[in-house]
């Protein structure tokens, strides 16, 4: 069994910074490639946009133009931890953010599994 869980997420005010922090957790091999996608209030699962990801090797494949220059994605991979780093804050940014992770598992196939957190809500006020 494979988890991930977001945290970090809460009220901020315009300009405000905040962390996002997603443990992955259980029979993990490996986690391969991982990323942050974020769904507006209201919005269906299919809207999700991609917000960042990450490769294994912690280069940064991809960073979406809304929120380039303002936040950024690392990973500790000792620690099957991934980031998001989220920088003046505008409420445009909010949305429930949920990690997304492939990840080879002890047990499993010899492929990765894709998998994903139950998200954490980030609400920013003017």
């Known amino acids: 069994q494979v988890r991930l869980v977001e945290s970090g997420g809460g009220l901020v005010q315009a300009g405000g910074s905040l962390r996002l922090s997603c443990a992955a957790s259980g029979s993990i091999f490996r986690v391969n490639d991982a990323a942050w996608y974020r769904q507006a209030p209201g919005g269906q699962r299919e809207q999700r946009e991609l917000?960042?990801?990450?490769?294994?090797?912690?280069?940064?494949?991809f960073l979406a133009d809304a929120v380039k220059g303002r936040f950024a994605i690392s990973r500790d991979n000792t620690k099957n931890l991934v980031y998001l780093e989220m920088n003046n804050l505008n409420p445009e940014d909010t949305a429930t953010y949920y990690c997304?992770?492939?990840?080879?598992?002890?047990?499993?196939?010899?492929?990765?599994?894709?998998?994903w957190g139950k998200g954490t809500l980030v609400t920013v006020s003017a």
């Open positions: 997304y992770a492939n990840i080879l598992t002890l047990s499993g196939p010899n492929y990765g599994i894709n998998y």
């Open positions: 917000v960042a990801s990450i490769a294994r090797s912690g280069t940064t494949n």
